[in-house]
T-cell receptor, first 112, second 115 residues
Framework: DAGVIQSPRHEVTEMGQEVTLRCKPI?????LFWYRQTMMRGLELLIY????????DSGMPEDRFSAKMPNASFSTLKIQPSEPRDSAVYFC??????????FGQGTRLTVV | DQQVKQNSPSLSVQEGRISILNCDYT??????FLWYKKYPAEGPTFLIS?????DKNEDGRFTVFLNKSAKHLSLHIVPSQPGDSAVYFC??????????????FGKGTHLIIQP
């Protein structure tokens, strides 16, 4: 298995634009998590899914953020409209029931 | 309100010596603790974990100690090697092993191994 695959690796966008981050989980992992890493707040859990169903989105900072998991092999995190303070590294991670979380390489988002 | 705290942003250790990274937590519901290692431009990778029913877990050069009464855990690396230079994150979860309900992370400690 190639592990958790995130795309793009880097994204630079202008304030106000829509941004979509993508994640392909490890096959067979039932849980998928979106994390955001910033200097100020470290690694924060934004939302997680179990069997494609959102379970806890309490970490999503604002309504501008939304996440979907239309099937077991794909998830998106969307920011619309984007703002400079959204600049961060966004990680996707997946896990089975009793396995440790495996992380993707992250998407570095810069909003100018 | 940080539930997992790593109070040392950085730590410098000489090659061959022991590295000790510390982590404190406040949530009594946490019952599973993990350490992740992160290199620049990569995602965190799992290193070692410990369940709250244990006080020590060892894997090669890496040992994690858990003191539940003090709500404190530590990661020992001995001997330290240049490839150990990375950011180390302490993480905790409540209610299930492995973090299936999401992990709460500390802010990380940057370990620098000096030759």
């Amino acid at each position: 298995d190639a592990g958790v695959i995130q795309s793009p690796r880097h994204e630079v966008t202008e304030m106000g634009q829509e941004v979509t981050l993508r994640c392909k989980p490890i096959s067979g992992h039932d849980y998928l998590f979106w994390y955001r890493q910033t200097m100020m707040r470290g690694l924060e859990l934004l939302i997680y899914f179990n069997n494609n169903v959102p379970i806890d989105d309490s970490g999503m900072p604002e309504d501008r953020f939304s996440a979907k998991m239309p099937n077991a092999s794909f998830s998106t995190l969307k920011i619309q409209p984007s703002e400079p303070r959204d600049s961060a590294v966004y990680f996707c991670a997946t896990t089975g029931l009793n396995t440790e979380a495996f992380f993707g390489q992250g998407t570095r988002l810069t909003v100018v | 309100d940080q539930q997992v705290k790593q109070n040392s942003p950085s730590l410098s250790v000489q090659e061959g010596r022991i590295s000790i990274l510390n982590c404190d937590y406040t949530n009594s519901m946490f019952d599973y603790f993990l350490w992740y290692k992160k290199y620049p431009a990569e995602g965190p990778t799992f290193l070692i974990s410990i369940s709250s029913i244990k006080d020590k877990n060892e894997d090669g050069r890496f040992t994690v100690f858990l003191n539940k009464s003090a709500k404190h855990l530590s990661l020992h690396i001995v001997p330290s090697q240049p490839g150990d230079s990375a950011v180390y994150f302490c993480a905790a979860s409540a209610g299930s092993g492995g973090g299936a309900d999401g992990l709460t992370f500390g802010k990380g400690t940057h370990l620098i191994i000096q030759p």
